[in-house]
């Protein structure tokens, strides 16, 4: 432990310990811009600057760490000062069009502005010029905002191991952006929106689609219909001043029907109906000699790094769509015909806590298997607390009300996608009782739960030792992939038969479009909500769903059959990761 003095306080911290750290401790904020607790700290900004007592030197407080017996000042009128003058800098290079800009009110430089109480900027104002780049659907780039703190690209590079992003040129005219000044959509970019999320700016912001929804809500010859993800239940209360990981399921139906959809669907219901084809797809492979091991594909952003990355890996990937998808596919086809409404006239759309979902909505033609688009429009969290916003409604107080039948009940199974392995857990629920025709017994999969980056388990299913793996944010991908590669390359049994991966950290309860802010707390709270979700259910495995089982019954006929295949199940392509 170390002891220290800050602003006349003593504290005490283990060794390694940063001084924004050991401030925050004792309750003193040490403004930051460049700095994000997901990223390592490097120091480019300036403005967390503080002061060893009785000296003019100066410390950066986000990258340096406390000694014994150090004597700190946080706040002094230098100190001030010194803040003042680099926000001065960066805004002379910044424009000043924050009533248009995708981070009004949610901008880390336009509340430290506010703070520091700037109306005039001494400097002479500078701008970049250089156009908007928003070639790639999901991820807009505008570069004029960028203030070079380098956060999408630690972002992109460390965390997510994608390198869309990288810095060119020298001093003031260093820019960020892909490699070699090609588009966003001409990059190894996998639209994950972990850039988007950590930038402090509007920089990077993902494309917005609530005036194209507006002008469906307002046709009287189009019948809407929207699912909500299984995420955004536990995030979209905190843009309302509720506690993150607070359940809101039932407010947001009464949200989606004032708003003006026809009707309104669970994702968690087609996340059972994705657990019974792929949880289907894994026994065929495992016990009838199949390619292994087989990779769960529910995540975009994770599809799309697959196809630029790993072309090897790519008859690993399970076929099953993600549960937007099959959700899509059957409102316009099995609900469409019960309800004896032309499918043209559907507007399906998704409110998902994912930035790439709006790529996987129009990938390839699989996305059509319909014969119209199986998700007409997909919008963020975000997007959908503008929407709520907009509307006029108290989100807080809102009624609760049920989701739609028959594409609105769910299992615990369903809920607990959102979180990191809960794609496994909620598959392996089923998968046991396809084999063994039984219940398994503990259903709380513990060993897959947590923000461990990558997380293993063995379980007997009646003598039969399954491997399953568990691996968040790309960047931890490679090494559990050069396992398997080294076992397939040496002839032995691979190391897993049954791997989850999701492209963004603590699964899609951090995805790209959830609320700004997110960090290892904010994700265990929201993944706490989650698998709170799925212990109060009444049923919690997907296999029991019955509206799921009547879908069969009355219209697919069985898991990982003709109709499924044609409707619920898609091919993959290798990609270039440049074009």
Same mark, same amino acid.
């Given at each position: 432990?170390?002891?220290?003095?800050?602003?006349?306080?003593?504290?005490?911290?283990?060794?390694?310990?940063?001084?924004?750290?050991?401030?925050?401790?004792?309750?003193?904020?040490?403004?930051?811009?460049?700095?994000?607790?997901?990223?390592?700290?490097?120091?480019?900004?300036?403005?967390?600057?503080?002061?060893?007592?009785?000296?003019?030197?100066?410390?950066?407080?986000?990258?340096?760490?406390?000694?014994?017996?150090?004597?700190?000042?946080?706040?002094?009128?230098?100190?001030?000062?010194?803040?003042?003058?680099?926000?001065?800098?960066?805004?002379?290079?910044?424009?000043?069009?924050?009533?248009?800009?995708?981070?009004?009110?949610?901008?880390?430089?336009?509340?430290?502005?506010?703070?520091?109480?700037?109306?005039?900027?001494?400097?002479?104002?500078?701008?970049?010029?250089?156009?908007?780049?928003?070639?790639?659907?999901?991820?807009?780039?505008?570069?004029?905002?960028?203030?070079?703190?380098?956060?999408?690209?630690?972002?992109?590079?460390?965390?997510?191991?994608?390198?869309?992003?990288?810095?060119?040129?020298?001093?003031?005219?260093?820019?960020?952006?892909?490699?070699?000044?090609?588009?966003?959509?001409?990059?190894?970019?996998?639209?994950?929106?972990?850039?988007?999320?950590?930038?402090?700016?509007?920089?990077?912001?993902?494309?917005?689609?609530?005036?194209?929804?507006?002008?469906?809500?307002?046709?009287?010859?189009?019948?809407?219909?929207?699912?909500?993800?299984?995420?955004?239940?536990?995030?979209?209360?905190?843009?309302?001043?509720?506690?993150?990981?607070?359940?809101?399921?039932?407010?947001?139906?009464?949200?989606?029907?004032?708003?003006?959809?026809?009707?309104?669907?669970?994702?968690?219901?087609?996340?059972?109906?994705?657990?019974?084809?792929?949880?289907?797809?894994?026994?065929?492979?495992?016990?009838?000699?199949?390619?292994?091991?087989?990779?769960?594909?529910?995540?975009?952003?994770?599809?799309?790094?697959?196809?630029?990355?790993?072309?090897?890996?790519?008859?690993?990937?399970?076929?099953?769509?993600?549960?937007?998808?099959?959700?899509?596919?059957?409102?316009?086809?099995?609900?469409?015909?019960?309800?004896?409404?032309?499918?043209?006239?559907?507007?399906?759309?998704?409110?998902?806590?994912?930035?790439?979902?709006?790529?996987?909505?129009?990938?390839?033609?699989?996305?059509?298997?319909?014969?119209?688009?199986?998700?007409?429009?997909?919008?963020?969290?975000?997007?959908?607390?503008?929407?709520?916003?907009?509307?006029?409604?108290?989100?807080?107080? +809102?009624?609760?009300?049920?989701?739609?039948?028959?594409?609105?009940?769910?299992?615990?199974?369903?809920?607990?996608?959102?979180?990191?392995?809960?794609?496994?857990?909620?598959?392996?629920?089923?998968?046991?009782?396809?084999?063994?025709?039984?219940?398994?017994?503990?259903?709380?999969?513990?060993?897959?739960?947590?923000?461990?980056?990558?997380?293993?388990?063995?379980?007997?299913?009646?003598?039969?030792?399954?491997?399953?793996?568990?691996?968040?944010?790309?960047?931890?991908?490679?090494?559990?992939?050069?396992?398997?590669?080294?076992?397939?390359?040496?002839?032995?049994?691979?190391?897993?038969?049954?791997?989850?991966?999701?492209?963004?950290?603590?699964?899609?309860?951090?995805?790209?479009?959830?609320?700004?802010?997110?960090?290892?707390?904010?994700?265990?709270?929201?993944?706490?909500?989650?698998?709170?979700?799925?212990?109060?259910?009444?049923?919690?495995?997907?296999?029991?769903?019955?509206?799921?089982?009547?879908?069969?019954?009355?219209? +697919?006929?069985?898991?990982?059959?003709?109709?499924?295949?044609? +409707?619920?199940?898609?091919?993959?392509?290798?990609?270039?990761?440049?074009?």
């Amino acid at each position: 432990m170390v002891n220290l003095t800050i602003n006349g306080k003593a504290v005490q911290v283990p060794e390694g310990t940063t001084i924004l750290e050991a401030a925050k401790k004792i309750d003193i904020r040490i403004p930051t811009l460049c700095h994000n607790p997901d990223l390592p700290a490097w120091a480019s900004c300036g403005i967390c600057i503080v002061r060893l007592a009785g000296t003019p030197k100066m410390l950066r407080a986000c990258c340096t760490a406390v000694t014994e017996g150090m004597n700190l000042i946080t706040h002094d009128p230098e100190i001030v000062q010194a803040r003042r003058t680099v926000l001065e800098l960066i805004l002379s290079n910044h424009p000043d069009d924050c009533l248009r800009c995708a981070r009004n009110g949610n901008c880390e430089l336009q509340s430290l502005a506010a703070e520091f109480g700037l109306r005039t900027v001494r400097f002479k104002k500078i701008l970049k010029g250089q156009p908007i780049d928003d070639s790639n659907d999901a991820i807009v780039l505008d570069r004029d905002k960028c203030i070079n703190c380098g956060r999408c690209v630690e972002a992109c590079q460390i965390m997510q191991n994608v390198w869309a992003l990288e810095y060119s040129g020298r001093g003031d005219k260093t820019m960020i952006g892909p490699v070699a000044g090609v588009k966003l959509a001409d990059s190894p970019c996998v639209r994950c929106g972990q850039c988007a999320v950590h930038c402090p700016t509007g920089a990077i912001s993902s494309s917005h689609s609530n005036r194209k929804l507006w002008d469906r809500l307002g046709d009287p010859e189009i019948i809407t219909a929207v699912q909500i993800a299984p995420a955004v239940r536990v995030a979209i209360g905190e843009e309302f001043g509720m506690k993150p990981g607070e359940l809101s399921t039932k407010k947001i139906y009464t949200a989606l029907r004032r708003i003006g959809f026809n009707y309104v669907f669970d994702t968690n219901f087609s996340a059972d109906l994705t657990i019974m084809e792929e949880g289907t797809e894994f026994v065929q492979r495992l016990t009838t000699g199949g390619t292994l091991p087989l990779f769960t594909s529910c995540c975009p952003g994770w599809v799309d790094y697959v196809e630029k990355n790993y072309h090897d890996m790519l008859p690993n990937l399970s076929t099953a769509k993600s549960p937007q998808q099959m959700m899509g596919a059957v409102i316009k086809t099995y609900w469409a015909e019960q309800m004896k409404i032309d499918p043209a006239k559907i507007c399906s759309v998704s409110i998902m806590p994912c930035t790439a979902k709006k790529y996987e909505a129009r990938r390839d033609d699989n996305m059509n298997s319909s014969g119209y688009a199986d998700v007409d429009i997909s919008l963020t969290t975000r997007e959908f607390a503008k929407l709520i916003r907009q509307a006029g409604i108290d989100f807080a107080d +809102l009624e609760e009300t049920e989701a739609d039948n028959p594409l609105g009940a769910y299992t615990g199974a369903g809920t607990i996608f959102g979180a990191t392995g809960g794609v496994m857990e909620a598959a392996v629920r089923t998968a046991y009782n396809l084999v063994t025709k039984e219940e398994l017994g503990d259903i709380d999969l513990k060993p897959v739960r947590g923000l461990e980056n990558v997380k293993t388990a063995e379980l007997d299913i009646k003598g039969t030792k399954v491997r399953i793996a568990v691996v968040h944010q790309l960047g931890n991908v490679a090494k559990v992939i050069e396992e398997v590669r080294k076992a397939i390359a040496e002839g032995k049994e691979p190391p897993y038969h049954f791997i989850e991966v999701m492209a963004c950290r603590g699964g899609c309860v951090s995805g790209g479009g959830q609320p700004y802010g997110s960090n290892d707390e904010i994700r265990a709270a929201r993944a706490a909500g989650l698998y709170k979700d799925d212990k109060d259910s009444e049923i919690r495995v997907s296999h029991k769903n019955p509206d799921v089982i009547k879908l069969y019954d009355d219209f +697919l006929l069985k898991p990982c059959g003709e109709k499924s295949h044609h +409707l619920l199940h898609t091919t993959y392509t290798k990609r270039p990761l440049y074009k």
